[in-house]
């Protein structure tokens, strides 16, 4: 689990690069630097699991839940800025909307994975 929300960090930081540069080209340069509530509010759910719980499978599932519920929202904002752009015809942001809409599944695709595992572990320790 560490492991995947490392390597997705890493990810992210590129994501955020290649959204900053698509803002700046169609915004004069000006790239908004505001925090999105939404993702600022899962961000902090996701800390209080780990205020509120002992470390092992029942934080770790939350966690993952956490991620997933970042992941569901970006899916969601990628894929309509993609579409959005579409629509303005700006092609080369559609492609890369697209590259990062995919690389955000394929991370949601992994941490299924992972909470296939962590869920059971979790629920044996609740039991």
Do not use: C
């Not at 803002?23 to 630097?33: F, G, K, M, P, S």
């Amino acid at each position: 689990m560490k492991q995947a929300f490392e390597s997705h960090l890493k990810e992210t930081e590129i994501h955020v690069t290649r959204l900053e540069d698509l803002i700046a080209e169609v915004n004069d340069n000006d790239v908004d630097d505001k925090k999105d509530p939404i993702l600022t509010a899962i961000v902090a759910s996701g800390e209080n699991i780990t205020k509120e719980s002992d470390a092992g499978p029942v934080r770790d599932a939350g966690l993952i839940a956490t991620a997933q519920k970042v992941e569901h929202y970006e899916i969601a904002s990628y894929g309509s800025a993609r579409d959005w752009a579409h629509a303005l015809g700006l092609t080369r942001h559609v492609e890369a909307l697209q590259r990062t809409l995919e690389e955000e599944k394929s991370a949601d695709q992994i941490l299924t994975r992972i909470s296939q595992h962590t869920n059971g572990a979790a629920s044996s320790v609740a039991a």
